[in-house]
């Protein structure tokens, strides 16, 4: 398993957390969003999905993804 954190821009409440959340599990992937720090910790086996694929299954649900912290 491999595991980043990224800047994510427009989370502000819980409906944002079960959002990003969601977007990562439809890629069997985990997430941890922390709204006050505007990252998310992602969990992904880099067999089954990768780093784009994240980015843009967070970028799908609405927020902006800045990077990699």
Known sequence: M???VLKV???SC???VRSVE???KSLGA???????EGTVEA?????KTG???I???IEEAGYTVKGEV
């Open 2 to 4: 491999k595991a980043i």
């Open 9 to 11: 821009e427009g989370m």
């Open 14 to 16: 819980m409906h944002c």
């Open 22 to 24: 969601g977007a990562l």
């Open 30 to 36: 985990s997430g941890k969003v922390d709204l006050k």
């Open 43 to 47: 969990e992904f086996d880099e067999a």
């Open 51 to 53: 780093l784009e694929a």
């Open 55 to 57: 980015r843009h299954a």
